[in-house]
């Protein structure tokens, strides 16, 4: 397969002036009836073939003013002439014949327990009809939908609708990836929006029967995200109704199609019963990210796919900021980092690594990657650190009057932050074209009168990028005195070159806090003693980095453990009683405090330190930090979990979840010393899923809860986004000997529908999340989701491929693993048929 360059890029031959389909639905012969009103683009002088993009589609006929043509076709699309253009514009018709019910790969028109429904970003419109499935080419869609059923979407307005048919007008030009429809036998949960200018929006949540109680959450948090969007950034909603999707088959999180977001269905339900607190941050997360896309995507899209970061990383950035508002920047920040290093961190420092902004691609799928979104919001964070509030509330409204209705690009994203603060970015955007996490070194020194601060900044090779440029890397600092007063507010010093000093004026010898808030996606490197992360940890004004140094402090324990046998001394043991019990801090940030350094992130940490990570000898030192820590604080365990028992109804507020985290957090901890007596009255006690599930993990994780999963169960065996949890949480909290045994089970499982994403997810994914199980030295795991890989592929290309980065962390490992990681890479690889989708994600990680 052949790789897409972005220095090869070329503005469509033509212009689309407007869209009308008909959609005759069937499951198995689905007609649909394109009509295309297309002109020469001048932006391409000359005269041109007509190109079209269409796979899988059974061609009936075509038409140019009328007329049958003989188009070519072929396995990717079809051609017809320059010299069989008429001259100007024309219209040209279309018949196809698809089946949605055989479409496995949920992209294009697909069927879901019944449903019809469309996942067309990035390249799905192509399996719908012949079309430049592009998305510089934007144009108004008009849509006819014929089906027996009782609710049938587009996108846009509703124009007219009848017993068995309904038309739909969307009048903003869009490309086709924001396609959408859907029909099928829904419910609806319905409220009223009006704008700040006046318009009347009609909201929907569109759900199965029995499904339209557990979606009040979701609508409320529709509601703020549109108020949000207008107070924050000035954005109003422009169509007369907005409808959402809840769809179980789904190889996203959500899709923001104009007018008519179509979601993951669990990203969508939620009840006190059935969903934990994550379960609620992340619907008003998701919900508000793809509402956010309405301008930052959709008004103003993309110009080509390797762009995908223009859009995908700034309406991370607003979903962060609104989740903030919404709840709390401290813990937000925090939960943002620490998946910030989980996934993307990681991404970057392996064979995967690829810039926010890729030149080339195989697959575009493949590129959805938390380097896109995520490192992709840390960097307009950057941005917005180094040209202040003002300046980047300037930019962002240049870039909406100036872009509004185009297909833009990084280099017009930037040029509005240069044209609104003046300021020259032109270094600023090695973020977006290099990869690789950079490494910051710091020394300081002070010499009785002044304080400097010394950094040096490495930007260490990637594939395909051996060298690069210094980075500009806003370094947010404090400075605190011995007594723990802050001597200097948090201020922004801006590293420039690779190496750089910065002096204050300082009586006493100050103790730093560098990186304030995480100002940038670096590795801070620095030599800092326990009493000084203790001191932090007590003292930094900054909360970031007061958790910051509560992690440090342990993650820096935890590999002395590993490496030399330590034990969990006082310095550690005591600075987190102290976090724990006090009653001045959010409960969220105290149970974030408590929470132990990931396996995955210690593998990474020690392999950075130039040690081969043992999964078993981390998850064994890391249980035993886990015990220290409880028989450190069990005794005052008990009344802490009394203090923080909530009176009253569950309410999913950020106080209450943060309330309900410090408490499980204590529960799981206090499980360790009394045998899961606690966790286990607790879980009898439970009205709501949060304590459920949080309870029945701490008796997991001590080799109990066995009954518990048969009482879960019998509970809830019919409840689809429920029974994912009961799969996932028994393999991701097996013990490292048996997750592979207990996966396997689980596979033979009558309700394991590994056809389905969430499924499949719950059961392969969850076992990659172990890291000593899947990373076993018998090399069971690998082989087992490997297995899995190869058995849906041929399905689900999509979701394989995404699932594969199960194996990218390869390289840290002994050569044992590294040569059966490298076995079944090689196995991958060799299989008859396999996907452009897999076969680029097993190409690259096989270096
Ligand atoms: N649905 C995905 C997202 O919103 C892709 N656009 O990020
Ligand atoms: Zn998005």
């Given at each position: 397969p052949r790789a897409v360059h972005l220095a090869d890029y070329q503005p469509y031959t033509h212009r689309v002036e407007h869209v009308a389909l008909t959609f005759r639905l069937a499951p198995r012969a689905t007609r649909v009836l394109a009509a295309l009103r297309l002109s020469p683009n001048p932006g391409r002088p000359g005269r041109h073939d007509l190109r079209l993009d269409g796979e899988q589609l059974r061609l009936i006929a075509v038409r140019i003013e009328g007329r049958e043509v003989a188009a070519r076709v072929d396995a990717t699309g079809m051609t017809i002439p320059a010299e069989m253009l008429p001259e100007g514009g024309f219209t040209l018709e279309t018949e196809v014949e698809i089946a949605p019910e055989g479409n496995t790969a949920l992209e294009g028109l697909y069927m879901s327990r019944g449903m019809y429904c469309t996942q067309c970003e990035a390249e799905g419109f192509r399996?719908?009809?012949?079309?430049?499935?592009?998305?510089?080419?934007?144009?108004?869609?008009?849509?006819?939908?014929?089906?027996?059923?009782?609710?049938?979407?587009?996108?846009?307005?509703?124009?007219?609708?009848?017993?068995?048919?309904?038309?739909?007008?969307?009048?903003?030009?869009?490309?086709?990836?924001?396609?959408?429809?859907?029909?099928?036998?829904?419910?609806?949960?319905?409220?009223?929006?009006?704008?700040?200018?006046?318009?009347?929006?009609?909201?929907?949540?569109?759900?199965?029967?029995?499904?339209?109680?557990?979606?009040?959450?979701?609508?409320?948090?529709?509601?703020?995200?549109?108020?949000?969007?207008?107070?924050?950034?000035?954005?109003?909603?422009?169509?007369?109704?907005?409808?959402?999707?809840?769809?179980?088959?789904?190889?996203?999180?959500?899709?923001?199609?104009?007018?008519?977001?179509?979601?993951?269905?669990?990203?969508?339900?939620?009840?006190?019963?059935?969903?934990?607190?994550?379960?609620?941050?992340?619907?008003?997360?998701?919900?508000?990210?793809?509402?956010?896309?309405?301008?930052?995507?959709?008004?103003?899209?993309?110009?080509?796919?390797?762009?995908?970061?223009?859009?995908?990383?700034?309406?991370?950035?607003?979903?962060?900021?609104?989740?903030?508002?919404?709840?709390?920047?401290?813990?937000?920040?925090?939960?943002?980092v620490l998946m910030l290093r989980a996934r993307q961190f990681r991404e970057d420092g392996g064979p995967l690594a690829h810039p926010v902004r890729p030149d080339s691609y195989v697959e575009i799928n493949n590129f959805y990657t938390a380097t896109i979104y995520e490192k992709g919001a840390e960097v307009i964070g950057m941005l917005k650190r180094l040209v202040g509030e003002e300046g980047y509330a300037r930019a962002l409204d240049l870039y909406f009057t100036r872009h509004d209705g185009e297909a833009a690009t990084i280099e017009d994203w930037l040029r509005v932050f240069e044209d609104a603060t003046g300021r020259d970015l032109a270094q600023f955007k090695r973020w977006y074209t290099e990869a690789g996490t950079p490494r910051v070194k710091v020394w300081e020194e002070w010499d009785g009168e002044s304080y400097t601060l010394t950094f040096e900044q490495e930007n260490p090779a990637t594939p395909g990028q051996p060298e690069k440029g210094a980075k500009?890397?806003?370094?947010?600092?404090?400075?605190?005195?011995?007594?723990?007063?802050?001597?200097?507010?948090?201020?922004?010093?801006?590293?420039?070159?690779?190496?750089?000093?910065?002096?204050?004026?300082?009586?006493?010898?100050?103790?730093?806090?560098?990186?304030?808030?995480?100002?940038?996606?670096?590795?801070?490197?620095?030599?800092?003693?326990?009493?000084?992360?203790?001191?932090?940890?007590?003292?930094?004004?900054?909360?970031?980095?007061?958790?910051?140094?509560?992690r440090a402090l342990a993650k820096d324990l935890l590999a002395r453990m590993v490496t030399e046998g330590a034990a969990p001394g006082p310095d550690w043991l005591d600075a987190i009683a102290r976090v724990t019990f006090d009653e001045g801090l959010d409960p969220a940030f105290r149970a974030l405090a408590l929470r132990l350094p990931g396996e995955d992130d210690m593998a990474s940490t020690l392999h950075a330190g130039g040690i081969t990570p043992d999964p078993a000898r981390i998850w064994a030192e890391r249980r035993r930090m886990g015990e220290a820590l409880a028989r450190r604080l069990g005794p005052q365990l008990p009344g802490l979990i009394e203090a923080l028992a909530e009176p009253g109804p569950f309410t999913p507020d950020a106080r209450a979840a943060g309330r309900r985290a410090l408490r499980i957090a204590a529960l799981a901890l206090l499980a360790r010393v009394d045998g899961g007596r606690a966790a286990r009255a607790a879980h009898a006690a439970a009205d709501n899923m949060t304590e459920e599930v949080g309870a029945l993990i701490a008796l997991l994780e001590v080799g109990a809860g066995q009954e518990e999963l048969v009482a879960f169960e019998a509970r809830w065996g019919r409840d689809r986004n429920v029974m994912d949890k009961w799969f996932a949480l028994q393999i991701a909290h097996a013990h490292p000997d048996q997750a592979v045994a207990v996966t396997e089970a689980l596979t033979r499982h009558p309700d394991f529908d590994w056809k389905n994403p969430n499924r499949f997810r719950s059961v392969i994914g969850a076992l990659s999340a172990n890291h000593a199980g899947f990373h076993h030295g018998s090399g069971a795991g690998y082989r087992l989701v490997a297995d899995w890989l190869l058995r849906l592929d041929p399905l689900n290309p999509q979701t394989a491929a995404r699932m594969s980065t199960a194996f990218e962390t390869w390289p840290r490992y002994d050569a044992d693993r590294q040569g059966m990681v490298q076995a079944e890479l090689a196995r991958m690889a060799a299989a008859p048929g396999l996907s452009r989708d897999l076969g680029e994600m097993v190409a690259r990680m096989r270096g």
């Amino acid at each position: 397969p052949r790789a897409v360059h972005l220095a090869d890029y070329q503005p469509y031959t033509h212009r689309v002036e407007h869209v009308a389909l008909t959609f005759r639905l069937a499951p198995r012969a689905t007609r649909v009836l394109a009509a295309l009103r297309l002109s020469p683009n001048p932006g391409r002088p000359g005269r041109h073939d007509l190109r079209l993009d269409g796979e899988q589609l059974r061609l009936i006929a075509v038409r140019i003013e009328g007329r049958e043509v003989a188009a070519r076709v072929d396995a990717t699309g079809m051609t017809i002439p320059a010299e069989m253009l008429p001259e100007g514009g024309f219209t040209l018709e279309t018949e196809v014949e698809i089946a949605p019910e055989g479409n496995t790969a949920l992209e294009g028109l697909y069927m879901s327990r019944g449903m019809y429904c469309t996942q067309c970003e990035a390249e799905g419109f192509r399996k719908i009809t012949y079309y430049p499935d592009r998305p510089d080419v934007m144009a108004p869609f008009r849509v006819r939908i014929e089906a027996d059923l009782p609710v049938l979407l587009s996108n846009g307005n509703p124009l007219g609708q009848g017993p068995g048919w309904a038309e739909w007008e969307d009048p903003w030009p869009k490309p086709a990836y924001l396609f959408a429809l859907v029909a099928g036998d829904l419910v609806a949960h319905s409220a009223d929006f009006t704008t700040a200018s006046g318009r009347a929006v009609a909201l929907n949540i569109w759900v199965r029967a029995g499904d339209q109680d557990r979606c009040a959450y979701a609508m409320d948090s529709l509601i703020r995200s549109m108020r949000w969007d207008e107070e924050v950034y000035g954005r109003e909603y422009d169509l007369d109704v907005f409808n959402i999707v809840a769809v179980d088959d789904f190889n996203m999180g959500a899709m923001e199609n104009k007018g008519l977001n179509i979601f993951n269905s669990k990203y969508v339900l939620a009840s006190p019963e059935t969903a934990t607190d994550d379960d609620f941050a992340r619907i008003e997360a998701i919900i508000a990210h793809e509402y956010f896309h309405n301008w930052t995507g959709n008004r103003i899209t993309c110009r080509d796919w390797f762009q995908l970061c223009l859009k995908e990383g700034l309406t991370v950035f607003r979903d962060q900021q609104f989740s903030g508002d919404m709840r709390s920047h401290a813990v937000k920040r925090i939960e943002d980092v620490l998946m910030l290093r989980a996934r993307q961190f990681r991404e970057d420092g392996g064979p995967l690594a690829h810039p926010v902004r890729p030149d080339s691609y195989v697959e575009i799928n493949n590129f959805y990657t938390a380097t896109i979104y995520e490192k992709g919001a840390e960097v307009i964070g950057m941005l917005k650190r180094l040209v202040g509030e003002e300046g980047y509330a300037r930019a962002l409204d240049l870039y909406f009057t100036r872009h509004d209705g185009e297909a833009a690009t990084i280099e017009d994203w930037l040029r509005v932050f240069e044209d609104a603060t003046g300021r020259d970015l032109a270094q600023f955007k090695r973020w977006y074209t290099e990869a690789g996490t950079p490494r910051v070194k710091v020394w300081e020194e002070w010499d009785g009168e002044s304080y400097t601060l010394t950094f040096e900044q490495e930007n260490p090779a990637t594939p395909g990028q051996p060298e690069k440029g210094a980075k500009v890397i806003p370094i947010a600092v404090g400075l605190l005195n011995p007594n723990g007063d802050e001597v200097l507010p948090t201020t922004v010093l801006e590293l420039t070159q690779d190496r750089q000093s910065f002096r204050f004026p300082a009586a006493a010898r100050p103790v730093p806090s560098i990186l304030r808030g995480f100002s940038a996606p670096v590795v801070l490197e620095r030599d800092v003693s326990p009493e000084e992360r203790a001191f932090l940890l007590a003292h930094d004004t900054d909360p970031f980095n007061k958790w910051e140094a509560g992690r440090a402090l342990a993650k820096d324990l935890l590999a002395r453990m590993v490496t030399e046998g330590a034990a969990p001394g006082p310095d550690w043991l005591d600075a987190i009683a102290r976090v724990t019990f006090d009653e001045g801090l959010d409960p969220a940030f105290r149970a974030l405090a408590l929470r132990l350094p990931g396996e995955d992130d210690m593998a990474s940490t020690l392999h950075a330190g130039g040690i081969t990570p043992d999964p078993a000898r981390i998850w064994a030192e890391r249980r035993r930090m886990g015990e220290a820590l409880a028989r450190r604080l069990g005794p005052q365990l008990p009344g802490l979990i009394e203090a923080l028992a909530e009176p009253g109804p569950f309410t999913p507020d950020a106080r209450a979840a943060g309330r309900r985290a410090l408490r499980i957090a204590a529960l799981a901890l206090l499980a360790r010393v009394d045998g899961g007596r606690a966790a286990r009255a607790a879980h009898a006690a439970a009205d709501n899923m949060t304590e459920e599930v949080g309870a029945l993990i701490a008796l997991l994780e001590v080799g109990a809860g066995q009954e518990e999963l048969v009482a879960f169960e019998a509970r809830w065996g019919r409840d689809r986004n429920v029974m994912d949890k009961w799969f996932a949480l028994q393999i991701a909290h097996a013990h490292p000997d048996q997750a592979v045994a207990v996966t396997e089970a689980l596979t033979r499982h009558p309700d394991f529908d590994w056809k389905n994403p969430n499924r499949f997810r719950s059961v392969i994914g969850a076992l990659s999340a172990n890291h000593a199980g899947f990373h076993h030295g018998s090399g069971a795991g690998y082989r087992l989701v490997a297995d899995w890989l190869l058995r849906l592929d041929p399905l689900n290309p999509q979701t394989a491929a995404r699932m594969s980065t199960a194996f990218e962390t390869w390289p840290r490992y002994d050569a044992d693993r590294q040569g059966m990681v490298q076995a079944e890479l090689a196995r991958m690889a060799a299989a008859p048929g396999l996907s452009r989708d897999l076969g680029e994600m097993v190409a690259r990680m096989r270096g």
